[in-house]
């Protein structure tokens, strides 16, 4: 059974640091990865998505990598700013429709 | 805005009322998903629907059903619930159901309380 784990569950830093997040699972054969945002009380908004075959994905300041073979992809923010404040979560596609979503790092950028 | 709409915002029940929660998609969109996420514990997977048909039932108890009349709404009637029932439900929708750039667009979700 696939599972997912996000380090670290939550994160305090000053505004323009440059910060890391890491998701882990158990199970190498998927389709793809995305990276999510919620914001408190909100649905999800899809960051990045990378497909299996792909090593990582840029969007403005973010970046997303991923290795498949030792199950690990990071999520790279640079420049942080307060309004990155929100919970980061990363999902696998195991193979069909079946999402399988980590517990997300809550992130909190200080002005 | 994403596109996928839900309602109501929030929901306050009783454990023997019926309530039935509502999402809808003009994304010309052709899977749609229930999901529910509870305080602690990582977003879970409910239901899929492709094509209007379900094609995942991840377990869940009947005191929750699933209704797609059409690709573009989606409902979840309850009736009965527990107090663990409590949590926000999202409900999401992917051009297509499968493959490696099968991307979901996620609802704000509606707040369930149940009494």
């Known amino acids: 059974k696939q599972e997912v784990t996000q380090i670290p569950a939550a994160l305090s830093v000053p505004e323009g640091e440059n910060l890391v997040l890491n998701c882990s699972f158990t199970?190498?054969?998927?389709?793809?990865l995305q990276w999510f945002r919620q914001d408190p009380g909100k649905g999800l908004t899809s960051l990045l998505l990378?497909?299996?075959?792909?090593r990582e994905q840029t969007s403005g300041r973010l970046n997303a990598s991923l290795d498949k073979s030792s199950g690990r992809s990071t999520l790279y923010i640079a420049a942080s700013q307060p309004g990155d404040s929100a919970t980061y979560l990363c999902?696998?596609?195991?193979?069909?429709?079946?999402?399988?979503f980590g517990p997300g790092t809550r992130l909190s950028v200080l002005p | 805005e994403t596109g996928v709409t839900q309602t109501p915002r929030h929901l306050v029940m009783g454990m023997t009322n019926k309530k039935s929660l509502k999402c809808e998609q003009h994304l010309g969109h052709n899977a749609m998903y229930w999901y529910k996420q509870s305080a602690k514990k990582p977003l879970e997977l409910m239901f899929v629907y492709n094509f209007k048909e379900q094609t995942e039932n991840n377990s869940v108890p009947s005191r929750f059903s699933p209704e797609c009349p059409n690709s573009s709404h989606l409902f979840l009637h309850l009736h009965t619930l527990q107090p663990e029932d409590s949590a926000l439900y999202l409900c999401?929708?992917?051009?297509?159901?499968?493959?490696?750039?099968?991307?979901?667009?996620f609802g704000a979700g509606t707040r369930l309380s149940v009494l």
């Open positions: 999902a696998v596609t195991p193979g069909g429709q079946n999402f399988v």
């Open positions: 990378i497909q299996s075959s792909q």
């Open positions: 199970d190498s054969a998927i389709y793809n």
């Open positions: 999401a929708s992917s051009p297509t159901g499968q493959g490696a750039k099968n991307i979901q667009y």
